[in-house]
């Protein structure tokens, strides 16, 4: 038995990686799934795949960055379905660059903070008022990049830092009324948040004393040639995450009674070379 059933789900950032597949999977459990992404044909496609599999879902268009936006598309959840259940504030960008490149970066860091940290707020902002008089569950997706301030992720550490600690402070003022967890996944590829990254020799730094077996296994992964052991998820080597698993652990986290919370959670392959 599960905690999901006719619970109405909003993911940001549902047009694809770990946001479709968290709305997929909360559909598949019995919620009914609010897809929303500034792309909005796409968000309109993940809700068409979730009906066409049986589940129930709607896609929208939402810029997180814009706040009455935001606040309509909750206002509408609502309308339609008499209740909000969950928010999952999941879309966010990756500017890496170092410092001295700020002429280079300094457009994509300032957007970095809209989306990252205001889009975010924006959120909290439109579910608060319903989730406090009923219950609600917000769960904040920051990064390991959040833990320190690392070298080539400067603006990027400390957008999520904030995430997180908006979140603890979210979970004070809430308490007993809204339940808050911040998740903070380490380095996952194949995610659309590679498309936004500025310097790409920035990302090496999270490694720290690993950089160099971090860059032997970055060319062996492109290249087809991770061990056995570092592809299986049953081993101890390994390597990466997939997007998959972060949205399998953040769903869990989500089928929760209401009264059980799962604050914090850190995600991390076992093998890695991320340190932070």
Do not use: C
């Not at 457009?107 to 439109?126: E, F, M, P, Q, S």
């Not at 077996?213 to 087809?224: D, F, K, N, P, V």
């Not at 080597?237 to 059980?260: F, K, M, N, R």
Request: zero cysteines.
């Amino acid at each position: 038995m599960g905690y999901l059933d006719d619970k109405v789900v909003l993911v940001t950032g549902a047009a694809a990686g770990f946001g479709e597949l968290i709305a997929t999977q909360v559909a598949a459990r019995g919620a009914i799934a609010v897809a929303l992404d500034v792309d909005a044909a796409g968000a309109t496609r993940v809700a068409a795949a979730i009906e066409a599999a049986g589940g129930r879902a709607l896609g929208l268009g939402l810029d997180v960055r814009d706040r009455p936006a935001f606040a309509a598309a909750a206002a509408q959840v609502i309308s339609t379905y008499g209740r909000l259940d969950v928010l999952v504030n999941n879309a966010g960008v990756m500017p890496l660059a170092f410092l001295a490149d700020h002429a280079r970066a300094a457009d994509a860091w300032d957007r970095a903070i809209d989306v990252n940290l205001k889009g975010v707020l924006h959120g909290v902002y439109a579910v608060y008022d319903h989730m406090a008089a009923r219950g609600g569950h917000i769960v904040n997706i920051s990064s390991v990049y959040g833990n320190a301030g690392v070298a080539g992720a400067a603006v990027y550490s400390a957008t999520k830092a904030a995430v997180a600690t908006l979140s603890n402070a979210l979970r004070v003022e809430s308490q007993g009324k809204i339940k808050v967890t911040v998740v903070r996944p380490s380095g996952v590829l194949g995610t659309n948040l590679g498309t936004t990254v500025v310097d790409a020799t920035a990302a090496a730094p999270l490694a720290a004393h690993r950089i160099p077996s971090w860059r032997e296994h970055i060319t062996a992964l492109s290249e087809g040639r991770l061990t056995a052991e570092q592809r299986d998820l049953d081993h101890a080597q390994y390597w990466t995450l997939s997007p998959g698993e972060v949205a399998d652990a953040v769903v869990h986290v989500i089928d929760q009674p209401l009264g059980v919370a799962i604050t914090e959670l850190t995600l991390r392959a076992t093998g890695e070379d991320y340190v932070f």
